[in-house]
C-alpha cells in the first residue's frame, strides 16, 4: 500500500465525495468567521475580555444542545436534519454579512449570532458525523475520517489568514460575505445526498429511539456506559485534552521564552495544524491497520511525550523575556508541536472509527452528540488545567508536567481496560 493518503472513499462513493469537498469549502468559511467576529468585537470594544466572551457564548449552546442534537440525528431522516441545520447555519451568515456591512456597533447582536451558529451547529455537526457511514463501507472509514481532518486542519490554518487579511483589505462585511458564499457548498452537498431515514430493521431495533428529548438523551447514555471501547474513546481522548492541550500556553511562551510575541504565538498554533495535515497526507499505510486501540493508545501516550518535550525545551530556554526569537528553540518547539498534532490527528482518526464502526447505526447520533461534547469540552477544560498549572509552576513546567502525566494516565487507563488495547476493526465490538 502506498504511504500517501488513501482516496478510496472519494473513488467509491460519489455521495461522500461531494460531501467531503462540500464540507471542506464550507468550514474553510466557517475558520475565516471565527476570526472575523473576534476581530470586531476587538474594533467594537477594544477589550480582550470581549473577544473572550465569544468562546463562552458558542461553548454554552454546544455543550447544552450536543446531546439532544444526536437523538434528533437518530430519530429523523439525517439528510433533512442536516440540511435544516445546515440552512440555518446559512441564514446566521448572511445575517453577520448584512450587520458587517451596515457597520453596526451592536456588540450583543455578535454574541448573540455567535450562540445562534453553535446551537445550530450543536446539530448539524452529529448529523454530517452519522451520515458518514453510511456513505461508505466500514472498512474504508479510517481513509474517510482522515480525509476529513486533512480538509478540517487545512482550513483551521487557512481560514484564520484569510478572514484576516480579507478585514484588512475589504472590511467585516466582505468578509463575512465570502464565508456565507462558501457555505453555498455544504448546502448542495448534503441537497444532493440520498434520503437517510433511521435504520428500523437488524440488530438496531433493540436502540433505536422510542422516544424523543431528554428520554432519547438517556437512552444513549445508558447505552454508552455498557459499551466499553465506545466509552474509551472518549476518556483517552479527555485525558489527552485536559492534561496536556498546550494552546493556552502559547501566547505567553511567545512573550517570556522564544520571542516575537503575536507572531510566535501565530507559528506555534500553526505547527500543530500543519502536523496534523502532513500525517493525513502519509497515513496510507496506516488506515489498513486493525488493532485500532493500540495505535490510539500509542497516539495520545506520544502526544503527551511531545508536549512534554516542548516544556523541556522551555525550561532549557528559561523565561528571560528574549528580544529577539531564540531560533534554535523555536525550530524544537515547532517540530515538537507539529509531531503533537500529527499524533492527535491519528487519535482522532481511529476514534472516530471505532466510534462509528461498533455503534448499530439507530444510535450513532446520539453518541456523535457526545463526542461532539467531548470535543468541545475537553481542551476548554485543558486550557483551564494547563492556565491553572502555569501559574503554580510557570508555563514550562505546565507543559513538562501535563505532557508526562498525558502519556502515564492513558497507559495505566489502556491497561486496566485491556479489552480496548485488543479491539480488532475486523471483528468490531463496543
Same mark, same amino acid.
Request: aromatic share 6%; charged share 10%.
Given at each position: 500500500?502506498?504511504?500517501?493518503?488513501?482516496?478510496?472513499?472519494?473513488?467509491?462513493?460519489a455521495?461522500?465525495? =461531494?460531501? +467531503?469537498?462540500?464540507?471542506g469549502? @464550507?468550514?474553510?468559511?466557517?475558520?475565516?468567521?471565527?476570526?472575523?467576529?473576534?476581530?470586531?468585537?476587538?474594533? &467594537?470594544t477594544?477589550?480582550?475580555?470581549? $473577544?473572550?466572551?465569544?468562546?463562552?457564548?458558542?461553548?454554552? /449552546?454546544?455543550?447544552?444542545?450536543?446531546?439532544?442534537?444526536?437523538?434528533?440525528v437518530? =430519530?429523523?431522516d439525517?439528510? =433533512?436534519?442536516?440540511?435544516?441545520?445546515?440552512?440555518?447555519?446559512w441564514?446566521?451568515? &448572511?445575517a453577520f454579512?448584512v450587520?458587517?456591512?451596515?457597520?453596526h456597533?451592536?456588540?450583543?447582536?455578535?454574541?448573540v449570532?455567535?450562540? $445562534?451558529?453553535?446551537?445550530? @451547529?450543536? !446539530?448539524?455537526n452529529?448529523?454530517?458525523?452519522?451520515?458518514?457511514?453510511?456513505? #461508505?463501507?466500514?472498512?474504508?472509514?479510517?481513509?474517510?475520517? !482522515?480525509?476529513?481532518?486533512?480538509?478540517?486542519?487545512?482550513a483551521l490554518?487557512?481560514?484564520?489568514?484569510?478572514?484576516?487579511?480579507l !478585514?484588512?483589505?475589504?472590511?467585516?462585511?466582505a468578509?463575512?460575505?465570502?464565508?456565507?458564499?462558501? %457555505?453555498?457548498?455544504?448546502?448542495?452537498?448534503?441537497?444532493r445526498? /440520498?434520503?437517510?431515514?433511521?435504520?428500523?430493521?437488524?440488530t438496531?431495533?433493540?436502540?433505536?429511539p422510542r422516544?424523543?428529548?431528554?428520554?432519547?438523551?438517556l437512552?444513549?447514555?445508558?447505552?454508552?456506559?455498557?459499551?466499553?471501547?465506545?466509552?474509551?474513546? %472518549?476518556?483517552?481522548?479527555?485525558?489527552a485534552? $485536559?492534561l496536556?492541550?498546550?494552546?493556552?500556553?502559547? /501566547?505567553a511562551v511567545?512573550?517570556?521564552?522564544l520571542?516575537?510575541?503575536?507572531?510566535?504565538?501565530?507559528?506555534?498554533?500553526?505547527?500543530?495544524?500543519?502536523?496534523?495535515v502532513?500525517?493525513?497526507?502519509?497515513?496510507?499505510?496506516l488506515?489498513?491497520?486493525?488493532?485500532?486501540?493500540?495505535? &490510539?493508545?500509542?497516539?495520545?501516550?506520544?502526544?503527551?511525550?511531545?508536549v512534554?518535550?516542548?516544556?523541556?525545551?522551555?525550561?532549557?530556554?528559561?523565561p528571560?523575556?528574549?528580544?529577539?526569537?531564540?531560533?534554535?528553540?523555536?525550530?524544537?518547539?515547532?517540530?515538537l508541536?507539529?509531531a503533537?498534532?500529527?499524533?492527535?490527528?491519528?487519535?482522532? $482518526?481511529?476514534?472516530?472509527? &471505532?466510534?462509528q464502526?461498533?455503534?448499530?447505526? @439507530?444510535?450513532r447520533?446520539?453518541l456523535?452528540?457526545?463526542?461532539? #461534547?467531548?470535543?468541545?469540552?475537553?481542551?476548554r477544560?485543558g486550557d483551564?488545567?494547563?492556565?491553572?498549572a502555569?501559574? +503554580?509552576?510557570?508555563?514550562?513546567?505546565?507543559?513538562?508536567?501535563?505532557?508526562?502525566?498525558?502519556?502515564?494516565?492513558?497507559?495505566?487507563v489502556?491497561?486496566?481496560?485491556a479489552?480496548?488495547?485488543?479491539?480488532?476493526a475486523r471483528?468490531?465490538?463496543p
Amino acid at each position: 500500500m502506498s504511504v500517501l493518503i488513501d482516496l478510496s472513499p472519494l473513488r467509491a462513493s460519489a455521495a461522500f465525495r =461531494r460531501l +467531503w469537498w462540500g464540507l471542506g469549502i @464550507s468550514n474553510l468559511g466557517s475558520q475565516l468567521t471565527v476570526v472575523v467576529v473576534g476581530l470586531q468585537v476587538y474594533d &467594537i470594544t477594544g477589550s480582550t475580555l470581549s $473577544v473572550g466572551v465569544l468562546g463562552l457564548c458558542a461553548l454554552v /449552546p454546544l455543550v447544552l444542545l450536543g446531546l439532544y442534537g444526536g437523538a434528533l440525528v437518530d =430519530r429523523y431522516d439525517r439528510r =433533512r436534519v442536516a440540511l435544516l441545520a445546515s440552512a440555518a447555519l446559512w441564514l446566521t451568515s &448572511i445575517a453577520f454579512a448584512v450587520q458587517g456591512w451596515l457597520g453596526h456597533q451592536d456588540v450583543e447582536l455578535l454574541y448573540v449570532l455567535v450562540a $445562534v451558529q453553535s446551537a445550530c @451547529s450543536a !446539530v448539524n455537526n452529529p448529523a454530517r458525523s452519522a451520515i458518514i457511514p453510511r456513505l #461508505v463501507p466500514v472498512a474504508m472509514l479510517p481513509a474517510a475520517h !482522515v480525509l476529513q481532518t486533512v480538509t478540517w486542519n487545512v482550513a483551521l490554518t487557512v481560514g484564520p489568514l484569510a478572514g484576516a487579511g480579507l !478585514v484588512a483589505l475589504a472590511g467585516f462585511g466582505a468578509a463575512y460575505t465570502v464565508d456565507a458564499v462558501l %457555505f453555498t457548498a455544504a448546502l448542495y452537498a448534503l441537497w444532493r445526498l /440520498p434520503d437517510l431515514p433511521p435504520q428500523q430493521a437488524g440488530t438496531d431495533a433493540a436502540t433505536a429511539p422510542r422516544r424523543s428529548g431528554l428520554a432519547s438523551v438517556l437512552e444513549g447514555l445508558s447505552y454508552l456506559a455498557t459499551r466499553p471501547n465506545v466509552r474509551m474513546t %472518549f476518556v483517552v481522548d479527555l485525558i489527552a485534552m $485536559v492534561l496536556a492541550m498546550p494552546r493556552v500556553l502559547f /501566547p505567553a511562551v511567545g512573550v517570556l521564552y522564544l520571542g516575537g510575541g503575536a507572531g510566535t504565538t501565530g507559528l506555534l498554533t500553526a505547527a500543530f495544524a500543519v502536523g496534523a495535515v502532513l500525517a493525513g497526507l502519509l497515513s496510507g499505510n496506516l488506515v489498513g491497520v486493525n488493532q485500532q486501540g493500540r495505535v &490510539i493508545t500509542a497516539a495520545v501516550a506520544a502526544f503527551g511525550a511531545c508536549v512534554a518535550g516542548f516544556g523541556l525545551v522551555l525550561l532549557l530556554v528559561g523565561p528571560d523575556r528574549p528580544q529577539q526569537p531564540v531560533l534554535w528553540a523555536l525550530l524544537a518547539c515547532l517540530l515538537l508541536l507539529a509531531a503533537a498534532g500529527a499524533a492527535d490527528a491519528i487519535s482522532s $482518526v481511529f476514534r472516530q472509527s &471505532i466510534l462509528q464502526a461498533a455503534t448499530p447505526d @439507530s444510535m450513532r447520533g446520539r453518541l456523535q452528540g457526545v463526542f461532539i #461534547v467531548v470535543v468541545a469540552g475537553g481542551p476548554r477544560l485543558g486550557d483551564l488545567t494547563l492556565g491553572a498549572a502555569a501559574r +503554580w509552576v510557570d508555563e514550562a513546567g505546565a507543559a513538562l508536567v501535563g505532557g508526562l502525566l498525558c502519556a502515564v494516565a492513558v497507559v495505566l487507563v489502556t491497561r486496566l481496560q485491556a479489552r480496548f488495547l485488543d479491539y480488532d476493526a475486523r471483528d468490531p465490538r463496543p
